[in-house]
């Protein structure tokens, strides 16, 4: 990665300067928007936390340093024009100081953005003290009988679909996605595994 860093086109604008737009790498939201010099970004990927310039203090400032709420650097690259990076985080707490999840209000949500919420509550879920959460109970059972469940649901789609209900043909759908993302982190096959296969079968 600090290879890559050379690449980048600071010189391009007079205070050393380039955007850098942050992502969360599950869920694909766009959490906020920063500037970072060279300075910075080999900081960020030294540390592995992401680092931006402070115009305002002018100096070096690490997301979270104060609040505990980081962004863990996942992957960054550049766009065309060499001077704007887009970095892949994973947030730890909430990204905006408003106490949001990211920094820009929007209208509507990203669609597949649901999945990777749901991946992060399913792990939230597990790691929780709470006795009386169905996929805390479900993870306690294991993975013979959540994939028992993957199985069932997969059969309630497949009826609904016989049948042509599209509110039903929506609702066991979400169940059976539910449950399979279940199954996922019960036995540890990160979602990107199955969207890396998709990708490759995509090219055929």
Known sequence: MLNK???????KYSDGLVPCIIQDYLTGQVLMLGYMNEDSLTKTIETGKVTFF???RQELWTKGATSGNYLFLEDWGLDCDQDAILVLANPVGPTCHTGTTSCFRMNKDYSL???GELN????NRDKSDCEKSYTKSLLKEGVKRIS?????????VALAGL???KLEIANESADLVYHLLVLLYATKVDFNNVTQVLRERMKK
Request: glycine fraction near 10%; hydrophobic fraction near 30%.
């Open 5 to 11: 860093i050379k690449e980048v086109n600071f010189k």
């Open 54 to 56: 402070s115009r305002q």
């Open 113 to 115: 953005q649901i999945l």
């Open 120 to 123: 992060k509550t399913i792990a």
């Open 148 to 156: 028992q469940k993957v199985g069932e649901e997969g059969v309630e």
């Open 163 to 165: 049948y042509g209900d």
